[in-house]
């Protein structure tokens, strides 16, 4: 970023995808924040797509995608909405609609081969308007020696991806503590219940527009403060 606060676009992008801005250290406002940080102004940047060339082996992985694509008839753009190559690491942004059939591919290509879904997490971006919560799913190749990342996302109107648990079971967990969080709805996921927290919770704990303290908690007896309660600056 300059020093102007305008948004540096790294090398290989073409344009920067800012979604809005953050104003301070911790987004609040009149909580008497004496960080020293509440004047700072920082756009919200959203990855944009890399163009090739990626460099090293991500050409000849995204070679290889491709190809098992075309053996599907399926257009790339149909299926991946852009690639992000970032800090030495690649991620394929695919639809939600073809999640499954991208990781089975994952996993079955010969030339791809990635033996290992390493789980699912949860993001939620409010400004991203559309597409405000993300599904971060690593994957790893055995095989080849490759990890790369696949990001899924969906509004907060229709939080709902496809589950990939029947192609990757060691997902199971992940799907539900990624609901548990987030309230991203893995539709066909075997039992899509709470993990972490209590069955009864209320909400999703670490979206962004959760609330912060505002519970009780009791121990041996003594009752504490909900957090926004404990401290107050006059």
């Given at each position: 970023m300059t020093e102007s606060g305008t948004p540096v676009v790294p090398e290989g992008v073409s344009e920067l995808d800012v979604v809005g801005v953050r104003r301070g250290s911790f987004q609040v406002?009149?909580?008497?924040?004496?960080?020293?940080?509440?004047?700072?102004?920082?756009?919200?940047v959203m990855p944009a797509p890399t163009e090739r060339p990626y460099g090293g082996w991500?050409?000849?992985?995204?070679?290889?995608?491709?190809?098992?694509l075309a053996d599907r008839n399926l257009p790339v753009s149909s299926v991946i909405d852009k690639v992000v190559v970032d800090r030495d690491e690649?991620?394929?942004f695919v639809l939600a609609e073809h999640i499954v059939d991208f990781a089975r591919m994952l996993r079955d290509e010969p030339g791809l081969r990635f033996e290992m879904c390493l789980g699912v997490n949860g993001v939620h971006y409010p400004e991203d308007k559309g597409r405000e919560l993300h599904a971060v799913y690593p994957f790893l190749?055995?095989?080849?020696?490759?990890?790369?990342?696949?990001?899924?996302?969906?509004p907060d109107a229709n939080p709902h991806i496809p589950s990939i648990v029947g192609i990757y079971p060691s997902n199971d967990w992940h799907e539900r503590e990624t609901w548990d969080f987030f309230g991203i709805v893995f539709d066909g996921h075997p039992s899509l219940t709470r993990i972490e927290m209590p069955d009864d919770w209320a909400g999703?704990?670490?979206r962004?527009?959760?609330p912060l303290g505002g519970i009780p908690v009791e121990y041996k007896g003594a009752t504490i403060p909900a957090?926004?309660?404990?401290r107050a600056y006059n």
């Open positions: 406002s009149g909580s008497g924040d004496t960080s020293g940080f509440g004047g700072l102004v920082s756009p919200i991500f050409d000849e992985l995204a070679d290889e995608i491709e190809l098992a690649i991620t394929f190749s055995i095989t080849h020696n490759r990890r790369i990342r696949v990001e899924v996302t969906a999703h704990p670490q962004k527009d959760y957090p926004d309660n404990r």
